[in-house]
Structures are given as C-alpha cells and as structure tokens.
C-alpha cells in the first residue's frame, strides 16, 4: 500500500513538474509536500514493523500454563521450555514434555523481556495502555480496568456473583437491583 502511494505520488510530482515549471512556488510546495508524505510513510512503515517484532517477541514470553507473558526470573525444563515463576511453584514437571524443572534461568529471554512493552493484564476488560516491566506493576495497581466485585456483597445487601469495571457499576445496579437503588435513594455514594 504504502510502495502505491510512493509511486502515484512520483508519477504525479514528475508530471506536475513539466506544468508547474513555469511557477517555481507551486513546484516546491508540492515537492515539500511530496517530502513530508514520504516521511510520513516511512515512520508509518518503521512502526509497523517495530510493532510486528514485538508482538512476536511478546509471543516467546507467553506462559504456557497462565497464558500471561512472563516476567523474570524465567526458568527452563531440561529440554529448554520456559515458565513463569509463579505456574513453576504449582505444578511439579515441565507442561510441554513432562519432563523436570532446573534450576536455570533463561537469561537471553530474560534480557528480551527487559526491553519488551508488556500489555496490562486487564486488556481483556478494555485497557489497551503497554507499559516496561519497571512501570506495568505500578499501572496495573491503579488500573482503571480492574474488575470490581459487585457492592452489595460489601454492604451485606445480598450475594451477586457479578464483577465488572468500576464505570459499569452503577449500570449493572440499574440493571440487576434496582430495588436498592430506589430504597436508598439512587444515590451511588450509599452503594
Ligand atoms: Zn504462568
Ligand atoms: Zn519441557
Ligand atoms: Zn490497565
Ligand atoms: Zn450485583
């Protein structure tokens, strides 16, 4: 798509410069704009790519027991499968080949993973924010996508096994207990 646009754009700019050499202003607008598009492009392009080589690194640090991309210390069975630290203290074998555990850290994959954007593990609840392993704990403290118990449960209203995103609350109340909302008043700060 983008080699199209790089074409098109040539063809037009060595047409347009027969018609616009009679006015030089024209000419070199267009070339800047010409200039500035072709930048564009390459940015575009150079993100692109940067983004496909993380999504196939995020891939090599995924768990295969938790499904979550692992964060250091990363171990290996002896046939070199990785696992995260916390699925290797529940589970006794290696849960590709069954085989037994070392006590061997994958340093190369560790060093990967340093320099890795992690994605939130609340993702699945809408957030799209990627963070470096120093700063995703942090962000996944007072992420906005944790998913929140249903109130009454607190309060001792009731039992509800429901759990959602805290800008989903005062729907979900709308919705599943209305009769509490009218007995306080439909007002959120007694919820
Ligand atoms: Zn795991
Ligand atoms: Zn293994
Ligand atoms: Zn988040
Ligand atoms: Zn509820």
């Not at 699925?87 to 994959?109: S, Y």
């Amino acid at each position: 798509m983008s080699a199209y646009i790089a074409t098109r754009l040539s063809h037009q700019s060595h047409s347009c410069k027969i018609h616009c050499s009679e006015n030089p202003q024209i000419y070199n607008s267009l070339y800047f704009q010409k200039k500035k598009i072709m930048a564009h492009l390459m940015v575009m392009g150079a993100l692109h790519a940067f983004n496909s080589v993380q999504q196939i690194l995020l891939s090599e640090l995924e768990c295969p027991v938790c499904m979550e991309y692992m964060k250091p210390p990363i171990t290996l069975c002896v046939n070199g499968h990785n696992i995260c630290n916390t699925c290797k203290q529940k589970i006794p074998h290696c849960p590709t080949c069954e085989q037994q555990f070392l006590n061997t850290r994958n340093v190369a994959l560790e060093k990967v993973a340093i320099e890795l954007n992690y994605p939130c593990v609340y993702r699945k609840y809408g957030c799209s924010e990627t963070y470096k392993l120093d700063f995703i704990g942090k962000h996944q403290d007072r992420c906005q996508y944790i998913p929140q118990p249903c109130p009454v449960n607190k309060l001792n209203l009731g039992t509800c096994t429901w759990t959602g995103i805290s800008s989903s609350i005062m729907s979900h109340l709308n919705h599943k207990h209305k009769n509490l909302l009218y007995y306080y008043g439909n007002n959120s700060d007694c919820l």
